[in-house]
């Protein structure tokens, strides 16, 4: 019996420790934009298409340490350069392929030029994301309908002129240029 109670304080000293570990990996997890019923980024890791948002676990959208230069001046000359994170790799790549009819309009590029920013969105896409879609449109994807549903955002939000349209992520995300889309940086128009 004695034994035991001197293995005691090892045992104790390994729990605490493996706590904090688990702690920490949870926290580095969080992005700071889970609602009040609670997102839960785990649901969907490991469980094949099911989970919240039916496998579409996008990742932390935030914009890579490195920008690309290319990307930023090309894709912000008609809307804000999407952080990669909002779509898996395939998508950008079909995104990339199609810039000749790209949302009706002609936005291709020389090979070199599509070469370069199709490896950046590639490197830096969601790298959790389980379903088997690769949606062209990052309004397309589960995870943004749950998150801009009509019991989220009214309708007429979609309406507004200062909005016209759920592309328009930097009418109410304002910090979407930096890839924060954090729900305390929104501020509906008025």
Not at 30 to 53: F, I, L, N, V, W
Request: glycine content about 8%; overall charge neutral; charged content about 25%.
């Amino acid at each position: 019996m004695l034994k035991t109670y001197k293995k005691f304080p090892q045992v104790a000293v390994v729990a605490v420790l493996a706590m904090g570990v688990a702690v920490s990996v949870a926290q580095a997890d969080d992005d700071g934009d889970d609602d009040a019923r609670g997102a839960g980024r785990s649901e969907s890791r490991g469980e094949g298409h099911s989970g919240k948002y039916g496998g579409e676990d996008r990742g932390k959208p935030v914009q890579p340490a490195k920008l690309n230069a290319k990307w930023k001046q090309e894709c912000s000359n008609c809307h804000i350069a999407y952080s990669p994170g909002l779509l898996p790799a395939e998508s950008w790549r079909k995104v990339m392929a199609g810039l000749d009819k790209h949302f009706g309009s002609d936005a291709s590029l020389d090979a070199q030029e599509n070469k370069e920013i199709t490896a950046f969105l590639v490197d830096n896409a969601s790298n959790r994301w389980h379903a088997p879609t690769a949606p062209l449109r990052i309004t397309e994807s589960a995870w943004f309908k749950s998150k801009h549903d009509s019991h989220e955002i009214s309708p007429s939000v979609w309406k507004d002129p200062k909005v016209k349209s759920a592309a328009n992520c930097q009418a109410c995300h304002t910090t979407a240029e930096s890839g924060d889309y954090s729900e305390r940086n929104i501020k509906m128009p008025r």
